[in-house]
């Protein structure tokens, strides 16, 4: 049987690797609100105001694709690739060239 002392231990071990798990989400927390708020910025520079309202709609139907939009927006941006603001229309465009599912056909001989 385990003395109680080394019960507590156990105990304490148990709660001090908690502890570190929880610093460790916390800091993931931490870094995904701040990569956000930086995408809302350069979103709110490169898109006009139809264009925001559509990614805002976007973010609560399709929270991925809304990302994944947005990461592609930043690098074009980055890069120096976008010349204007993208109007809502661009953005539809944009769109449907991230989603569009590209099919395979098979050939028999």
Not at 48 to 75: I, T, W
Request: hydrophobic content about 35%.
């Amino acid at each position: 049987m385990a003395s109680e002392e080394e019960i507590k231990k156990r105990l304490q071990q148990r709660m001090q690797a908690q502890m570190m798990g929880n610093q460790g989400q916390m800091q993931e927390q931490a870094q995904q609100q701040q990569m956000e708020e930086m995408l809302r910025t350069v979103m709110s520079q490169i898109l006009d105001r139809k264009a925001q309202e559509r990614l805002s709609n976007l973010k609560l139907v399709k929270p991925e694709l809304a990302m994944q939009l947005g990461m592609y927006l930043a690098q074009l941006f980055q890069s120096g690739q976008l010349k204007e603001r993208i109007t809502d229309e661009q953005l539809v465009i944009i769109l449907r060239k991230l989603t569009e599912k590209r099919e395979t056909k098979i050939r028999r001989k």
